[in-house]
């Protein structure tokens, strides 16, 4: 009775887990203006994460082997984070914010990468990028560009 009162409950304790890392703490923004105002207030950099979130494989894998990582939601807190997201469903993203985020993505994405992490600092000039993931679940080089640039 007891092993099944274990099997029962190991699926709550991996979902607390998770909780653990704080991923929740993590807040992206989706207006450039706003980031640039924050990063200029808060002394920061801006990391723009350019995604395809409705049909690109790597950005999604990279969400979880990444931005839900216990490395990323501690450095995260040296960032403004900016999503800019480039659905191929135009229906998920009102028609101001799909305008928005190509006006971005002819800025500052100019070979459309995704996925594409890119460090601005708060007056809008680029300091470094990594583009794409190869869905290994190494993150090092990610990681390694926020280190450079917090």
């Known amino acids: 009775m007891k092993y099944f009162l274990i099997i029962l409950l190991f699926p709550v304790l991996l979902s607390a887990q998770g909780d ?7 807040k992206w923004l989706t207006n450039y203006d ?17 995604t395809g ?8 894998k990279l969400k979880t082997d990444l931005f839900e990582s216990p490395e990323f ?9 900016l999503y800019v997201d480039l659905p191929r469903n135009k229906d ?8 928005h985020n190509y006006d971005l993505a002819s800025r500052y994405n100019k070979k459309n990468a ?10 809008g000039s680029s300091l470094g990028e990594y583009s794409g993931y190869s869905m ?15």
Do not use: M
């Open 20 to 26: 653990l890392y704080g991923a929740d703490d993590v």
């Open 53 to 60: 979130s409705d049909w690109c494989p790597p950005c999604k």
């Open 73 to 81: 939601v501690a450095i995260s807190k040296n960032y403004v984070l």
């Open 136 to 150: 290994t679940g190494d993150t090092q080089y990610h990681l390694r560009l926020l280190e450079q640039h917090q």
């Open 114 to 123: 995704v996925p594409l992490l890119k460090v601005l600092n708060s007056k």
């Open 92 to 99: 998920l993203l009102s028609k101001d914010q799909l305008k």
């Open 34 to 50: 706003e980031a640039i105002k924050k990063a200029k207030k808060e002394q920061k950099n801006v990391l723009v994460y350019f």
